[in-house]
T-cell receptor
Framework: AQSVTQPDIHITVSEGASLELRCNYS??????LFWYVQSPGQGLQLLLK??????LVQGIKGFEAEFKRSQSSFNLRKPSVHWSDAAEYFC????????????FGTGTRLAVRP | EAQVTQNPRYLITVTGKKLTVTCSQN?????MSWYRQDPGLGLRQIYY???????DKGDVPEGYKVSRKEKRNFPLILESPSPNQTSLYFC?????????????FGPGTRLTVT
C-alpha cells in the first residue's frame, strides 16, 4: 500500500541551530513530493515541492529539501532555525495516476528553544 | 486578496444536531476539498469536488455530506454529528487537482461534538 512516514513526532532545536525533518514514502513509482507548514491557528501553507529534475529544491522561508530515490526520502532542511519556524510540518506525496490525490504524513511538531 | 474562508472557526455542538461548515474561495478554482486533522493521523481527505456538481468521496467520507452548487462554495454537512467527528477541519482549493497544482487551505474549523 502507498504510504508516507514522518518518523519524528516532536523535535526541539535551539534558535540558530540547523534542522532536518525526515520523510519517507512507499510508492510503486516516484511520486510528487511536498512539504507543508502549519503555524499555530493557521491553515497549511506550501513550503516546497518536487516533481522532477534537480533533486535539491528550494522553498520559501529559507527551507530546502532533498529527494533521494535510493532511500525513498524527501527530508526537509534549514541551516539556521528562527523562533518563528515553530510549527507543525507535513510531508505529502501524490501520484497523478492515483486520481490526483495527496496523502499526508502524520506531521512533525517543531519547537524552537530560545 | 486570494483566500479560502471557513465559517465558523470554532463550533461546539451536541450529538445529533445537524450542522454545516461553510467554505468559500475567491480564486476561481475548480478543485475543492475537505480534510480532517486528528493527532497522530495527519490530514485525511473527507470529500472533494473537481468542479461544479461533481463531488466524490475521499478516504473518510462516512457521516459527512457535501455539495457544490457554485464554483466558489463547498459546504460540509454533518447531518447527525457524533463525538468521533470531533476534529479540526480544513477546506482547501486548487486550480485543478492537488498534485500538479498548489492547494490553498482555509484557517480551519475546530469542531467539538459532545
Amino acid at each position: 500500500a502507498q504510504s508516507v512516514t514522518q518518523p519524528d513526532i516532536h523535535i526541539t532545536v535551539s534558535e540558530g541551530a540547523s534542522l532536518e525533518l525526515r520523510c519517507n514514502y512507499s510508492y510503486g513509482a516516484t511520486p510528487y513530493l511536498f512539504w507543508y507548514v502549519q503555524s499555530p491557528g493557521q491553515g497549511l501553507q506550501l513550503l516546497l515541492k518536487y516533481f522532477s529534475g534537480d533533486t535539491l529544491v528550494q522553498g520559501i522561508k529559507g527551507f530546502e529539501a532533498e529527494f533521494k530515490r535510493s532511500q525513498s526520502s524527501f527530508n526537509l532542511r534549514k541551516p539556521s532555525v528562527h523562533w518563528s519556524d515553530a510549527a507543525e510540518y507535513f510531508c505529502a506525496v501524490g501520484l497523478r495516476s492515483s486520481g490526483d490525490k495527496l496523502t499526508f504524513g502524520t506531521g512533525t511538531r517543531l519547537a524552537v528553544r530560545p | 486578496e486570494a483566500q479560502v474562508t471557513q465559517n465558523p472557526r470554532y463550533l461546539i455542538t451536541v450529538t445529533g444536531k445537524k450542522l454545516t461548515v461553510t467554505c468559500s474561495q475567491n480564486m476561481n478554482h475548480e478543485y475543492m476539498s475537505w480534510y480532517r486533522q486528528d493527532p497522530g493521523l495527519g490530514l485525511r481527505q473527507i470529500y472533494y469536488s473537481m468542479n461544479v456538481e461533481v463531488t466524490d468521496k475521499g478516504d473518510v467520507p462516512e457521516g459527512y455530506k457535501v455539495s457544490r452548487k457554485e464554483k466558489r462554495n463547498f459546504p460540509l454537512i454533518l447531518e447527525s454529528p457524533s463525538p468521533n467527528q470531533t476534529s479540526l477541519y480544513f477546506c482547501a482549493s486548487s486550480l485543478r487537482g492537488t498534485v500538479t497544482y498548489e492547494q490553498y487551505f482555509g484557517p480551519g474549523t475546530r469542531l467539538t461534538v459532545t
